[in-house]
């Protein structure tokens, strides 16, 4: 089952702010955010693991709330190359070898000038 | 190293044709997948492969059939081409699955007629 992106789009001036919500109905092991540009292939940003850590990468970061079952992409600057499609997959402890990672149907972001 | 590689960058089909869409890569990943991408649908895991033999299915896996004989290779066959599989084909891998930062490939876009 994918999981559900909020919002689905978001328009920046360079230097804003924004947030991308991820959510989903399932107890969640992991959960993955990537980034795609136009007509090229989905780029990772950064795997988050249950345990409510944050990550961060530059001026990206993000949460992940395991209770909740909710993951969110911190944006804080926003710079032109930001720019993009940013998919959130989600992982589900299923054990074994039956891993799947199912991505949400994306939230396109633009910055600009 | 070439990473992710995938070919024929671009295929046109008739309905009823049957076809294969390569994958392969050099970092000797045991797990790959593929997706298909659509407007508005995100990446939607159509079959995976945690090792060479091993295959399981996505959530789309109908009118695709996959095999995994090598580590390197995970090619994606369409038994006959219909119109709904008009997409963009994403193949992936990464070390073990879980845990980890998938790699795609450049993509396969395929149009069916």
């Known amino acids: 089952q994918q999981p559900v992106q909020s919002p689905q789009a978001v328009i920046l001036r360079e230097g804003e702010d924004a947030v991308i919500n991820c959510s989903s109905s399932k107890a969640l092991y992991s959960v993955h955010w990537y980034r795609q540009k136009h007509g090229e292939a989905p780029v990772f940003l950064m795997i988050l693991l249950k345990g409510g850590e944050q990550k961060g990468h530059e001026k990206i970061s993000a949460s992940f709330n395991e209770k909740k079952q909710q993951s969110s992409l911190y944006l804080t600057a926003s710079q032109l190359s930001y720019s993009g499609t940013y998919f959130c997959g989600t992982e589900v402890n299923s054990g074994g070898s039956n891993y799947k990672l199912t991505f949400g149907k994306g939230t396109l972001l633009t910055v600009n000038p | 190293n070439a990473g992710v590689t995938q070919t024929p960058k671009f295929q046109v089909l008739k309905t009823g044709q049957s076809m294969t869409l390569q994958c392969a890569q050099d970092m000797n990943h045991e797990y790959m997948s593929w997706y298909r991408q659509d407007p508005g649908m995100g990446l939607r895991l159509i079959h995976y492969?945690?090792?060479?033999?091993?295959?399981d299915q996505g959530e789309v896996p109908n009118g695709y059939n996959v095999s995994r004989s090598t580590t390197e290779d995970f090619p994606l066959r369409l038994l006959s081409a219909a119109p709904s599989q008009t997409s963009v084909y994403f193949c992936a891998s990464s070390y073990s699955g879980q845990e980890e930062t998938q790699y795609f490939g450049p993509g396969t876009r395929l149009l069916v007629l």
């Open positions: 492969s945690v090792g060479a033999g091993i295959t």
